[in-house]
């Protein structure tokens, strides 16, 4: 497994944006696709967005598209989460999480039972 620690998390105005961070440690990192989901008191998780090792390939939930961006960086093990235009329904725990990829597959695309590793995740909190 992996080993995840978020930060980045705060509060926020409306509008505003925030960047998220994710480190991870442990078994080699480019055997992963990255993942971050998010959840609110009395919600299911919910998709947020995902990066795949081969290609860099990227999905985000309906909800995200366009406003959140999902990136990568190899030489430190990290993965990042830039948010913009940030309004109150996204106001959740994020959290960082890792599923296996090799050969172009990940058990990523089995939704969130395919990821083997979490973090505890970090509180986003937007505010009207």
């Known amino acids: 497994q992996v080993q995840l620690v978020e930060s980045g998390g705060g509060l926020v105005q409306a509008g505003g944006s925030l960047r998220l961070s994710c480190a991870a440690s442990g078994r080699t990192f480019t055997n992963f696709a990255m993942g971050w989901f998010r959840q609110a008191p009395g919600k299911e998780r919910e998709f947020v967005a995902v990066?795949?090792?081969?290609?860099?390939?990227?999905y985000y939930g309906d909800s995200v598209q366009v406003r959140f961006t999902i990136s990568r960086d190899y030489a430190n093990s990290a993965v990042y989460l830039r948010m913009n235009s940030l309004n109150v329904e996204d106001t959740a725990t994020y959290l960082c999480?890792?599923?296996?990829?090799?050969?172009?597959?990940?058990?990523?695309?089995?939704?969130?039972?395919?990821?083997?590793?979490w973090g505890r995740g970090t509180q986003v909190t937007v505010s009207s």
């Open positions: 990066i795949r090792y081969s290609g860099g390939i990227t």
């Open positions: 999480a890792a599923a296996v990829e090799a050969a172009g597959l990940s058990t990523a695309d089995d939704g969130p039972f395919g990821y083997s590793s």
